[in-house]
């Protein structure tokens, strides 16, 4: 059985110390936030495109709305307006 002293211990070059629980959590935190709040701004704007086309239509209308809706927020995000 080997010794403890002849375990050699290897570090990853530049490897970056790891992050405290707390960090760790109020990035997650942050993120779920974000998810919230984009969610909820695609729904708007999905409810509008179906407003705008009164509201008629199926599912798959309301899928688009929601798709196109999604996208308009990820160019607007990306200054693509």
């Keep these: 059985m080997p ?3 002849s375990e050699v211990a290897t570090k990853k070059p530049n490897a970056k110390p790891p ?3 707390k960090t760790t959590l109020a ?3 942050v993120s779920a936030a974000n998810e919230s709040d984009r ?3 695609i729904a708007i704007a ?3 495109r179906a407003e705008k086309r009164g509201f008629i239509g199926n599912g798959v209308d309301a899928e688009q709305d929601w798709f196109e ?3 308009e927020l990820a160019e607007r995000r990306l200054g693509k307006h």
Excluded: D, L, P
Aim: proline letters at 0%.
């Design 3 to 5: 010794s403890k002293t």
């Design 19 to 21: 992050k405290s629980k």
């Design 27 to 29: 990035s997650q935190i």
């Design 39 to 41: 969610h909820k701004m």
């Design 46 to 48: 999905a409810y509008f």
């Design 69 to 71: 809706a999604e996208s």
